[in-house]
Every structure is written in structure tokens, then in C-alpha cells.
């Protein structure tokens, strides 16, 4: 018992019955309107003309039902008044399988209002009234031609209990009509649903892509300029002219790196970003470079045209070089790093392979690099290969197809 009545004690009840209330009044500037074609019959029976105001009437509210600004403001009032958690319509066009799904919303909004103001508002003023008649000694309730006569005294304030509590179960079901029709009438349409999963997906895939360039060139960047800078600490003083080209090589890597950093970010506050930076492998004697600034003794061995290994082929080329060679940085065991790029007509093989030791460089790892690695090879339907090549040696092999096959 306590469970029925735990909805009449809520403000969300009667909130809910306000805005079908309201529903009902907004639909009364239409009226004049849906009487016309009884006013140009006026030969006709009354409950003919009742019939053909209110078939005018229901037409008016479903052609105003069909306006899509109207269903957004629906499903904004529903969601806040009700209390119904509805997402915003899609910005796309709606299937015409769906167009019926707001004006019925509507219809049964200004049909359950009129409910709730006709019947609830009459017990609530009689509940009101028959105190006062009790003073007087009896009441008289007289409703569509039908009268009760109440006597006077405590007979008087149960029947006035009865219609106010009659008067809050009105509200109750009324309100709860209209949450139980609102995530089907003004939530998202299986199609609808569709489009947002398919919203969903294309701003995880782009974000995920994301966090691969920023893993890639933010991460190759700090690892390269922190061996950087304890190079130049280290020959600051017996070799001023390498610690000047040490710095400078800090100074480009990590002015490449605030290019990556403003473009992901641009995209992640939802801005305009600028152009996205496009390095490929004719950028690749620029990044070798930065390692030999570092320290680092590489002997890179290029073959075949890489002029010729264009767009997204040779972006992911640069990245899985970088990559690789970041890791070489951070967890080699001195040595030369041996670099291969072979670039043929069916496609295109890269290597890195640095010696491994038992200290592991002192740089934090964060476990992501060679799945992610794995990631994009598997995108552009490549082999992937990582794992130690012989005693204290790691070897990093892909190859990726020049043309794939529909």
C-alpha cells in the first residue's frame, strides 16, 4: 500500500501532469481552425460536428507534430518535466517509417492533458468545496446532469479526501502514461540509434587514432630529447660546438612535436584544427638525424624507390620507423641500430633491430606502443612481427602490401 502511494507524494508527479496540462492549452489556438468545417455545415447533426472538430482538430496537431523544430522541443520539455533521459533527435533526415512516432506523441500529450485537467481539476474543486458546504449543514455535487446530495457532517470531509486523493491518482496516471510513451514515441527510432552508434564509432576510431600519433610523436620526441640533453650536460664544457647541436636538435624535435600536440588537441576540443601534420618516409633522413644527435649510432640500409610509396602507406611507414626506433632509444643496450627500408612493387618491408640488455634503458614504458604497432598493421593488412633475434638482439619486422586485393 505504502508503494501506491509513494507516487503522490512526489513533485515529479504533478510536475509531469503540468506539462500534459500545458500540453492541452497550447493546443487550443488550433481550435478555430478544426471548427471551420463544422461552421461551413451547420445543417449537420451537433455530434456530426463534434466528430468533424475534433477529426480537424487531431489533423492540425499531427501536421504540427511533423515540424521537426517542434519534436526537439518536445523531447527537451519531456526531459526535463518528466524526467525522461531522451537524447537529442538526429541532425539527419528521419525515415518516413518514423514520421508518425511524434504526432502520436502529441495527440495522446493534448488528449491525456485535457484528461487531466477536465477530471482532475473537477474532483480537486469539489474536494475543496464540500468542507465549505458542510458548514452549511449538506452539499450538492451535480455533474453532467447526475446530482448527489451529501449530508452534513464527517460524511462530508471523506468524500472531500476521496476526491482530492481521486484528483492525485489522475495526476499519478497521467504522468506516468506519458513516461512509459515518451522513450518510445520521442526517443531514437532504430534508425536513429544506428546513426548515433555509427557517431559513436567514427569518434572512438578517430580519437584512437589519435592517441596512436601523439603514443608515436610526442613519445619519440621526449624519449630523443631527454638523451639529448644529457649528451649536451655531458660535453658542455670539452665540446661546446656538440652540446650547440645537441640543443638545436632539442629545439626542432620538440617544435615538430608542438605541431602534433596543437592538431590532436584542436580535434579533441571539437575546433577547426589546422592542417594535420604529414610526415612520411621523405622525412625519414630528418628523424635519423635526431638520433645520431642523441647518441645514437644508426645504420640505416634503404632500398628501392620510397619516392614512390605515397598517402597513407608511407605515413604509416614514418610512424612504425618512429616507433621502433623510440624503443630502440629507450630500451636498447648501446650499439648501432640497424634501420631497413625496402621498398618493392608488391611491398614495402621495415626493420629496426638494436641490441637489448639486461637494464632496459630507465625510461617507463607504457605497455601500448607495440600493440598499437600491431594495430595499424593489421589495419592496412600488413605482417607484424617483434621478439628477440638471437642473443641480446630485438628485431621489430613489418610488411606492408603496395596494392591490396578487393
Sequence with gaps: MIRGIRP????????????????ALASLPLLPFAMLPALAWRSAPYAVQ??????AWAALLGAVGSVRVVRRALVASARRLL???????????????????????????????????LVGGVLLLLGLSLPGDWLRGEARLSLFGRSVQVAGGWWSWVAALACVLA???????????????????????????????????????????????????IGHTLTAATIQ???????????????????RSIEESTRAALEDLDYVLGVLREEEPGTAPTRTLADLPELLDRLRHAG??????????????????????????????????????????????????????????????????????????????????RLLHGEFEAGPDGPRRWRLAVRLPVRVSA
Design 296 to 377: 645514437a649510432v644508426v645504420e640505416p640500409e634503404l632500398s628501392g624507390d620510397l619516392a614512390q610509396v605515397q598517402g597513407t602507406l608511407s605515413r604509416a611507414a614514418y610512424r612504425i620507423l618512429q616507433e621502433g626506433l623510440t624503443n630502440a632509444l629507450r630500451h636498447g643496450a648501446g650499439g648501432p641500430v640497424q634501420v631497413r627500408v625496402a621498398a618493392g612493387p608488391d611491398g614495402l618491408e621495415l626493420s629496426v633491430v638494436n641490441r637489448t640488455g639486461a637494464a632496459g634503458g630507465g625510461f617507463p614504458t607504457s605497455g601500448h606502443g607495440l600493440p598499437g604497432l600491431a594495430e595499424r598493421v
Design 229 to 247: 640533453a644529457a649528451v649536451a650536460g655531458e660535453v658542455l664544457a670539452a665540446d661546446p660546438a656538440a652540446a650547440r647541436a645537441a640543443l
Design 167 to 217: 484528483a492525485a491518482g489522475v495526476c499519478a496516471a497521467v504522468t506516468g502514461a506519458l513516461r512509459r510513451a515518451a522513450p518510445r514515441l520521442l526517443g531514437p527510432s532504430t534508425a536513429e540509434r544506428l546513426a548515433l552508434a555509427a557517431e559513436r564509432e567514427r569518434l572512438l576510431a578517430e580519437r584512437n587514432r589519435l592517441a596512436h600519433e601523439l603514443h608515436d610523436s
Design 8 to 23: 503522490l507524494l512526489r513533485g515529479s508527479t504533478y510536475t509531469g501532469a503540468l506539462f500534459a496540462v500545458f500540453g
Design 50 to 55: 463534434a466528430g468533424l472538430t475534433l477529426v
Design 83 to 117: 524526467g525522461v533521459p531522451l537524447p537529442d533527435p538526429a541532425v539527419g533526415r528521419r525515415p518516413g517509417a518514423d514520421r508518425w512516432r511524434t504526432p502520436l506523441w502529441l495527440l495522446l500529450h493534448v488528449g491525456l492533458g485535457w484528461a487531466a485537467a
